[in-house]
C-alpha cells in the first residue's frame, strides 16, 4: 500500500525559503522508473506541477518556478524534499507529493499526499 | 488560467449520467498525450480515477469512463451516487510547456 505525507511550516514569511518534506512508504525511490512530484493549488486556482525527481536522481523542473525550486531525495529514509526560494504570498496555497510509476511523460500520478497548507504572510 | 478547459461545475440527480470535459489543443491533448482524470475532496489526498485516457484503477466502479477524441477529453459518470460529489480534475502533458498539466477542475454537485 502506497502512502505519501507531506510536511513543513504552515506559515512562512515574504522572502523567506520553504522547505517540504514528502515521507513515502510502500514504494522504493531506487526502482527503476519511480518518481515523486511535488505539487500544488493556490486557493480557488488550477493544480501546478513544481518539480519531480526520479529513482536515479534525474531531476526536472516547472520552467516558470526553476530558478527558485531545487528538490532532492533521501532514499534511506523514504523522504523526498523540495525547496522553494523567496516566497511571496501568491505562494500560497495546498502543496501535494504524488507518486509515478514510470519515467515516460504519459504515466499519472497514481498516489498522492493529502496535501499540507503554506500561507506566506508578514 | 488552467492549460486545460472544464467547466466549472456541473450537476445530475442521483441516478443519472453526467460528463464533464477537457479542452486542450495541439500541444498536449491534441498532440496524443495521455489524459488522465482525478477525484477530490477537500482536505483529502486526490484520487486517481481514469488514466491513459480510458482506463480504471483497481477499485474504481465501471460507472466511470473515460474517453479521448481530437484535442479534448471526456470523463462520464453513470448511476451518479451522493458520493460522487466531489472536485474532478483532468490531466495530460504538454510539449510547448515542457511539463505537467491540469485543468481548472470541476465541482460536481448531486441534486
Known amino acids: 500500500q502506497i502512502t505519501l505525507k507531506e510536511s513543513g511550516p504552515t506559515l512562512v514569511k515574504p522572502t523567506q525559503t520553504l522547505t517540504l518534506t514528502c515521507t513515502f512508504s510502500?514504494?522504493?525511490?531506487?526502482?527503476?522508473?519511480?518518481?515523486v512530484v511535488w505539487i500544488r493549488q493556490p486557493p480557488g486556482k488550477a493544480l501546478e506541477w513544481l518539480a519531480l525527481?526520479?529513482?536515479?536522481?534525474?531531476?526536472r523542473y516547472n520552467p516558470s518556478l526553476r530558478s527558485r525550486l531545487t528538490i532532492t531525495k533521501d532514499t534511506s529514509k523514504n523522504q523526498v524534499v523540495v525547496t522553494m526560494t523567496n516566497m511571496d504570498p501568491v505562494d500560497s496555497g495546498t502543496y501535494y507529493c504524488?507518486?509515478?510509476?514510470?519515467?515516460?511523460?504519459?504515466?499519472?500520478?497514481?498516489?498522492w499526499g493529502q496535501g499540507t497548507l503554506v500561507t506566506v504572510s508578514s | 488560467q488552467s492549460v486545460l478547459t472544464q467547466p466549472p461545475s456541473v450537476s445530475g440527480a442521483p441516478g443519472q449520467r453526467v460528463t464533464i470535459s477537457c479542452t486542450g489543443n495541439?500541444?498536449?491533448?491534441?498532440?496524443?498525450?495521455?489524459v488522465h482524470w482525478y477525484q477530490h475532496l477537500p482536505g483529502t489526498a486526490p484520487k486517481l480515477l481514469i488514466f491513459g485516457n480510458n482506463n480504471r484503477p483497481s477499485g474504481v466502479p465501471d460507472r466511470f469512463s473515460g474517453s479521448k477524441s481530437g484535442t479534448s477529453a471526456s470523463l462520464a459518470i453513470a448511476g451518479l451516487q451522493a458520493d460522487d460529489e466531489a472536485d474532478y480534475y483532468c490531466?495530460?502533458?504538454?510539449?510547448?510547456?515542457?511539463?505537467?498539466?491540469f485543468g481548472g477542475g470541476t465541482k460536481l454537485t448531486v441534486l
Open positions: 525527481i526520479y529513482w536515479n536522481d534525474d531531476k
Open positions: 495541439s500541444s498536449n491533448i491534441g498532440a496524443a498525450h495521455d
Open positions: 504524488a507518486h509515478r510509476r514510470g519515467a515516460s511523460s504519459w504515466f499519472e500520478f497514481d498516489y
Open positions: 490531466q495530460s502533458y504538454d510539449n510547448r510547456l515542457s511539463g505537467w498539466v
Open positions: 510502500g514504494f522504493s525511490l531506487s526502482s527503476s522508473g519511480v518518481n
